[in-house]
C-alpha cells in the first residue's frame, strides 16, 4: 500500500467482527517492528501475544473497554529499561519510551497494510495486567493493542490538527515561518 494512503487508512477500530486474525499476519507485523531503530541497538521492546478467549475478556475488563473481548489475538507490548538505562542513565529511560512508541506506531501501521484492524490501548490497570500476564514489576506494559477485523464501515475520517497548528517556526508558539525562508535572495545563515 502506498504510504500515505497507509496512514490515512489506519484507525481505532472498536468494533470487530467474530472473524480470527490471522496469525501469521499479526507475527508478519510484529517482526517489522524489529527493523525499527533502536538506541545502542538495543532493542528492549517485548510482545505478549494473547490468544485464550478468557485472558483477552480479563484484558478488557482491566482495560474498562468491554469490546476488546470480541477480538481472537491481543498483543500487550512491554519495555525493560534495565540494559539501555545501565548504557544511557537516566537518558535511557526516555529512549526506552520512544523505541516503545516507535514500535508501537510500526506495529498498527504494519497490521493496517495487512488489511487488519487495531486499536492503540494505553489506560488499563498496569499492577493486574502484570500480574495476569505474570509480567516481572521491572518491565513496563506499553500498550495493549486488540487485533482483529472491523465489524463496521468506515466514516468519513474526523479531520486532523491542521499542518499550521502542529508546526512551530525556531521557538516555542512560533507560528510563523521566519520571512528569511521565504525570499530566497535573503541568506538565511545570517538572518538571526
Known sequence: MEFDALIKKRHSCRAFSKKPASFK????????????????????????????PE???????????????????VAVVCSKDDSIEKQYGARGLVYSRQQAGAAIMTLLLKLTDLRLDSCWIGAYDDESVKNLLGIPSNVNVEAIIPIGYSSMKLHKARHKISLERAIYWEKWDKGRRPAAFEDPNINRRNAY
Open 25 to 52: 499476519d499479526v507475527m508478519n507485523a510484529i517482526d517489522t517492528t524489529t527493523k525499527n531503530p533502536f538506541a545502542g541497538n538495543q532493542n528492549n521492546v517485548k510482545f505478549i501475544i494473547v490468544e485464550y
Open 55 to 73: 485472558t483477552i475478556k480479563k484484558l478488557a475488563e482491566l482495560s474498562q473497554q468491554s469490546w476488546i473481548s470480541k477480538v481472537s489475538i
